[in-house]
């Protein structure tokens, strides 16, 4: 399958990383860090260009989050719970999307992103909350748009080693986003603290 996609993005570009990222957010086997980040390595090469390959990523996983987010407000939980198996959605994944998507609420969505096995999914409970389409459309927007950038960038930047690295990146992912969450919060205390104590002096 994954070798099928890549080829497939490989000859027809921009429409192919278009139309497998809006089947990969759906929920279909598509393997979407993969995809992006041989994009950026395809724009390496000079074949894609880097804002047009970021923006094509972007729209096509926002809309396969959006058909998502409408199956789950149409058709709530008996949709998943009867053909969720058909495309790797078992009950335990679902329950464990379910406690997340519980916990982190709105930013659940654009983190997602970045979870394998949970960006699939928190469009659908999104749905299910019945969320205003709007506000759903702005986090996963942003979301997209962060995810398509970040790994099309890191594709660019490794050039051949983008199938060792996405491989790397996959397995540790969820560790390499809490610490990016910590730092970011360390960083704006630090900040934040050195903003105050220089008002005061």
Same mark, same amino acid.
């Given at each position: 399958?994954?070798?099928?996609?890549? *080829?497939?993005?490989?000859? +027809?570009? +921009?429409?192919?990383?278009?139309?497998?990222?809006?089947?990969? /957010?759906?929920?279909?086997? &598509?393997?979407?860090?993969?995809?992006?980040?041989?994009?950026?390595?395809? &724009?390496?090469? !000079?074949?894609?260009?880097?804002?047009?390959? &970021?923006?094509?990523? @972007?729209?096509?996983?926002? %809309?396969?989050?959006?058909? @998502?987010?409408? %199956?789950?407000?149409?058709?709530?939980?008996?949709?998943?719970?009867?053909?969720?198996?058909?495309?790797?959605?078992?009950?335990?994944?679902?329950?464990?999307?379910?406690?997340?998507?519980?916990?982190?609420?709105?930013?659940?969505?654009?983190?997602? =992103?970045? $979870?394998? !096995?949970?960006?699939?999914?928190?469009? +659908?409970?999104?749905?299910?909350?019945?969320? @205003?389409?709007?506000?759903?459309? /702005? =986090?996963?927007?942003?979301?997209?748009?962060?995810? @398509?950038?970040?790994? $099309?960038?890191?594709?660019?930047?490794?050039?051949?080693?983008? *199938?060792?690295?996405?491989?790397?990146?996959?397995?540790?992912?969820?560790?390499? /986003?809490?610490?990016?969450?910590?730092?970011?919060? &360390?960083?704006?205390?630090?900040?934040? *603290?050195?903003?105050?104590?220089?008002? *005061?002096?």
């Amino acid at each position: 399958m994954e070798e099928m996609v890549l *080829r497939t993005i490989e000859h +027809y570009g +921009y429409f192919a990383l278009f139309g497998t990222l809006v089947m990969g /957010l759906i929920g279909l086997p &598509v393997p979407d860090e993969f995809l992006l980040t041989f994009s950026g390595f395809l &724009v390496s090469m !000079g074949r894609m260009n880097w804002i047009v390959a &970021v923006l094509v990523a @972007s729209a096509g996983s926002a %809309i396969g989050m959006t058909v @998502s987010f409408w %199956i789950g407000h149409r058709f709530g939980l008996p949709l998943l719970e009867n053909y969720g198996r058909k495309i790797h959605m078992t009950p335990e994944r679902v329950m464990r999307v379910e406690l997340w998507f519980t916990r982190f609420g709105r930013f659940a969505v654009p983190i997602g =992103y970045f $979870i394998p !096995g949970v960006r699939h999914l928190t469009a +659908y409970f999104t749905g299910l909350s019945k969320w @205003s389409y709007r506000t759903f459309l /702005l =986090y996963a927007s942003l979301g997209a748009l962060a995810w @398509s950038t970040a790994f $099309i960038s890191i594709g660019v930047l490794v050039g051949h080693r983008w *199938r060792e690295v996405t491989l790397y990146l996959h397995k540790y992912m969820l560790a390499a /986003l809490v610490l990016l969450v910590l730092g970011a919060g &360390v960083w704006w205390i630090v900040h934040r *603290r050195s903003k105050i104590k220089a008002e *005061r002096e």
